[in-house]
């Protein structure tokens, strides 16, 4: 499943490319701007988020304002990573900055989305494939007994994978899978 969504996704977006436009410009200075008011960060974190969307969203594009695919792509893998990282820190403002990165890589999504309208339509399901196997391929690395992984195991790899709001409403990813499990095994 793994080659064959990675496969997929490499070979819609190597073709793809993106110009910098008024909505994605506007998205990534709200992010910035509201950074206190949406995500609770000042100093230092607030001024990491700037200096994380100028270096891997913004600085990025050539002169022209233009992405290539692997580009496109390359943003997308590091906004993934750098949210990833931050959102595994004990540290609050980390978490905060996590979530202020997975908005910035959704209105990414969305840009490329509108930059592309012929190709949207399968780089959203291949999207929602790759999200939809990653949830057990997660629980399935902390399988402890013959790499079958249990209901909790899915349950935890579905939170990790879901932001604290979509976690809190029960609307993260697989969420109501996992805890249908977790209620009957």
Same mark, same amino acid.
């Given at each position: 499943? %793994?080659? /064959? ?11 793809? !490319? ?5 909505p994605l410009v ?13 995500y609770g960060l $000042?100093?230092?974190?607030? @001024? ?8 891997? $969203? $913004? *600085?990025k594009a050539d ?11 390359? $943003?997308?893998? =590091?906004?993934?990573? %750098? ?6 820190? !004990? ?20 840009? #490329?989305?509108? %930059?592309?309208? =012929? @190709? ?6 291949? =999207? @929602? ?11 399935? @690395? ?5 790499? #079958? ?11 990790? *994978? ?9 609307? /993260?990813?697989? !969420? ?10």
């Amino acid at each position: 499943a %793994q080659t /064959a969504l990675g496969n997929k996704y490499d070979n819609i977006l190597t073709g793809m !490319q993106a110009t910098v436009d008024q909505p994605l410009v506007q998205d990534i200075n709200t992010i910035v701007n509201d950074a206190t008011a949406k995500y609770g960060l $000042v100093g230092p974190p607030k @001024e990491k988020l700037a200096a994380i969307l100028k270096n891997q $969203v $913004v *600085g990025k594009a050539d002169n022209a304002g233009l992405y290539d695919g692997p580009t496109l792509k390359d $943003v997308q893998s =590091n906004l993934s990573y %750098q949210a990833r990282t931050h959102a595994k820190s !004990q540290n609050p403002d980390d978490k905060n900055l996590a979530d202020a990165l997975i908005d910035a890589k959704s209105s990414f999504n969305d840009f #490329i989305m509108r %930059q592309n309208p =012929n @190709e949207a339509p399968t780089l959203a399901k291949i =999207n @929602e494939g790759w999200a939809k196997f990653s949830r057990p391929q997660a629980a399935a @690395e902390k399988a402890m007994k013959d790499g #079958i992984s249990t209901p909790a195991q899915l349950g935890m790899a579905v939170r990790s *994978g879901g932001t604290r709001g979509q976690n809190a409403t029960g609307n /993260a990813l697989m !969420q109501d899978l996992s805890s249908a499990g977790q209620s009957i095994l």
